[in-house]
């Protein structure tokens, strides 16, 4: 569902430090979104936007700037406000994950939009009444000054999660042991360990099961268990010689 | 479990800007998190920290500053190592969001720390071999440049959620109406559309239930049912006269 994050736009209403237009391409560009709209940025292009992008030149230089927010969501079939509190007769308020979904969701049908306020007041009114759906990321109600490309940077990575899954880069996995595998294991210790005296065979208590479960935890693969076998014929040999 | 977020220690591994160890404290305070503890800083305390944490001046002030990751990671019972690839003999890499979930399970026992490398180089690997847990943030592959402060923003809210859920501020929630109410609103419905003939009552087709799943969509309030049995009155009367 790659392509639905081609879909997704981030709208930045009238944003007053050019830092931070560079700082939302970088925070974007790491999700893999492309799409930026900039309604009546105070300045911009700049050179700050420019040195905060850090790299998300081309972000930056496909940014489309309109004169009001209206033309940022022409086309859209979904635009999100995202705010920090509900307001009278908006529509309805999700978490920015919910949200999230349901961008990726309505993106199959076209263009979605992410909307953003201003640094020191967040949207309008009748900005935040355009829109369809209010998102929220949940946070310290003692302290919500989340900075703006930090909140499109949550935004965007929750985006990216619900087109894409959520899951680490493909790692080579160590081969695993097989269940009998694990048993030879398991009787291998016990006889070792009963003929050092760690513990008597005729009343083991609980120490066995307990191994067992720190076994388990560890999730040994293939080439552990055989050091561990390893480990235990060297015990056994000390203990013979 | 809020005071799960008291045990979290954000730890900065030899930051280079001040600026970014100031928007990492406001990034932590937007979460609920208060414990910044800094190795090495290049320069600290520092104006930029200061000017960049907007307000955090608490979290910030609040700093430890310790010479060694060790010092750093002492008292833990887990430490979680932030990285944007695995390395050999590395421990278990997991996503974001699933090494927040175990730190604050483990939380209950005692301090975890989630370790952050330079801003250039991210962590060495000795640095991330003393911690028992990697964590990765998904980002687009072709530019994982992630800033500093945007990844501890990243993970300190995936943190905040798995401590206290993932939910919005509460709401003054409309009144819902009854299953009763919404029978008598599609009654309603049907028989004022029948009597201006919008549909044929002998071969109504798909019309109702279209209507009636427009209407679920909806999720009418009490108030919303109100007004639009209203409006079906007026329909009536505007007819009749």
């Given at each position: 569902m790659s392509d639905r994050l081609a879909r997704v736009r981030i709208v930045l209403s009238h944003p007053t430090h050019p830092g931070n237009i560079g700082a939302t391409a970088r925070a974007m560009k790491t999700m893999g979104l492309t799409q930026l709209v900039l309604v009546n940025?105070?300045?911009?292009?700049d050179p700050q936007a420019d040195a905060l992008s850090s790299n998300a030149l081309d972000v930056l230089g496909a940014a489309k700037v309109v004169g009001s927010l209206d033309e940022a969501l022409a086309g859209t079939v979904l635009a999100v406000a995202t705010v920090s509190h509900t307001y009278e007769m908006a529509p309805e308020l999700v978490t920015c994950r919910e949200a999230a979904a349901r961008a990726v969701h309505d993106a199959a049908s076209g263009d979605v939009a992410l909307v953003f306020g201003t640094e020191?007041?967040?949207?309008?009114v009748d900005e935040v009444l355009k829109c369809s759906l209010l998102a929220h990321i949940p946070s310290n109600p003692d302290y919500t000054s989340l900075n703006l490309a930090q909140a499109v940077q949550v935004f965007a990575y929750e985006i990216r999660i619900a087109a894409l899954g959520d899951r680490v880069p493909d790692v080579d996995r160590a081969a695993l042991p097989t269940f009998d595998d694990m048993q030879h294991l398991h009787a291998h210790l016990e006889e070792v360990l009963a003929g050092i005296g760690f513990f008597d065979p005729e009343n083991p208590k609980k120490l066995l099961p307990r191994l067992r479960r720190l076994i388990a935890k560890a999730r040994l693969d293939q080439e552990e268990v055989r050091i561990l076998r390893g480990l235990l014929n060297s015990v056994t040999r000390v203990r013979k010689s």
């Amino acid at each position: 569902m790659s392509d639905r994050l081609a879909r997704v736009r981030i709208v930045l209403s009238h944003p007053t430090h050019p830092g931070n237009i560079g700082a939302t391409a970088r925070a974007m560009k790491t999700m893999g979104l492309t799409q930026l709209v900039l309604v009546n940025p105070k300045r911009f292009p700049d050179p700050q936007a420019d040195a905060l992008s850090s790299n998300a030149l081309d972000v930056l230089g496909a940014a489309k700037v309109v004169g009001s927010l209206d033309e940022a969501l022409a086309g859209t079939v979904l635009a999100v406000a995202t705010v920090s509190h509900t307001y009278e007769m908006a529509p309805e308020l999700v978490t920015c994950r919910e949200a999230a979904a349901r961008a990726v969701h309505d993106a199959a049908s076209g263009d979605v939009a992410l909307v953003f306020g201003t640094e020191a007041n967040g949207l309008a009114v009748d900005e935040v009444l355009k829109c369809s759906l209010l998102a929220h990321i949940p946070s310290n109600p003692d302290y919500t000054s989340l900075n703006l490309a930090q909140a499109v940077q949550v935004f965007a990575y929750e985006i990216r999660i619900a087109a894409l899954g959520d899951r680490v880069p493909d790692v080579d996995r160590a081969a695993l042991p097989t269940f009998d595998d694990m048993q030879h294991l398991h009787a291998h210790l016990e006889e070792v360990l009963a003929g050092i005296g760690f513990f008597d065979p005729e009343n083991p208590k609980k120490l066995l099961p307990r191994l067992r479960r720190l076994i388990a935890k560890a999730r040994l693969d293939q080439e552990e268990v055989r050091i561990l076998r390893g480990l235990l014929n060297s015990v056994t040999r000390v203990r013979k010689s």
